[in-house]
């Protein structure tokens, strides 16, 4: 995990730090330093996941660790960014519980519209008015909230086992610069990973739709990490 201090002070809530990829990204970006809040629709679940990641990292990382629970609502309104990490058929709820609540943060959309998530073969993906999960979820927090997506192709096991180098590109897609060089910093502070500016919010529906690609490629190779990497790019 990466050993740098944090160079800016960015408050992070996960929604789904419960589940496997939010609990990652507790784990590494908790590590680095940064403050990180669990939410969830259960805050007696979310104090639980927030007591177990703390186990985890004293172990390693000493006291200097700053995670607690609590509900999505609660944990919305303290975050300067907040981070969506849920199944998709849970993402439209989510949003719509915590619109009061976002105030002067990012939203970071991780979802992915898997049929799986709805019974389906986890090699599909649903169909979306919108385009993506990412468009929805821009149609469903207020306008000054600036909405991109991200973490869509990163290994969820990977990033909570320290012990597995990580090797992976994180594709960013939003229509806010601001917003993209701050959620970069933090991408950046987790040894391994590389922001890649991926373009405006309309091509999380392309984005999205690799995680199912990926999981394609983990079934014919027998492996359970691979990511994306994108060469030729001397400045990213």
Avoid at 37 to 60: F, P
Avoid at 126 to 137: F, I, R
Wanted: charged content about 20%.
């Amino acid at each position: 995990m990466s050993q740098s201090a944090a160079p800016v002070r960015e408050t992070v809530a996960i929604l789904g730090g419960t589940g496997e990829l939010g609990l990652g990204l507790v784990l590494r970006w908790a590590a680095a330093g940064i403050p990180i809040i669990i939410g969830s629709r259960d805050t007696a679940k979310a104090e639980a996941a927030a007591s177990n990641a703390l186990e985890r990292l004293r172990a390693t990382r000493g006291a200097a660790i700053s995670i607690y629970g609590t509900d999505n609502r609660g944990a919305a309104a303290e975050a300067s960014v907040v981070v969506l990490a849920v199944p998709f058929p849970g993402q439209a709820a989510i949003l719509k519980s915590i619109q009061a609540s976002l105030n002067n943060c990012i939203l970071v959309d991780a979802t992915v519209p898997l049929a799986a998530t709805v019974g389906g073969k986890p090699t599909r993906m649903l169909g979306l008015w919108q385009g993506s999960a990412a468009e929805q979820a821009r149609e469903l927090v207020p306008e000054p909230v600036p909405v991109l997506a991200a973490f869509h192709n990163v290994s969820a096991e990977a990033l909570q086992d320290s012990a597995i180098p990580l090797d992976c590109d994180i594709l960013v897609c939003g229509d806010d610069a601001a917003a993209k060089e701050r959620l970069f910093t933090l991408i950046k502070l987790i040894k391994g990973l590389r922001p890649v500016d991926a373009g405006s919010l309309e091509m999380a529906r392309v984005v999205e739709s690799m995680t199912a690609l990926l999981i394609s490629v983990n079934r014919q190779y027998k492996v359970h990490h691979s990511g994306i990497r994108i060469t030729g790019l001397e400045s990213a």
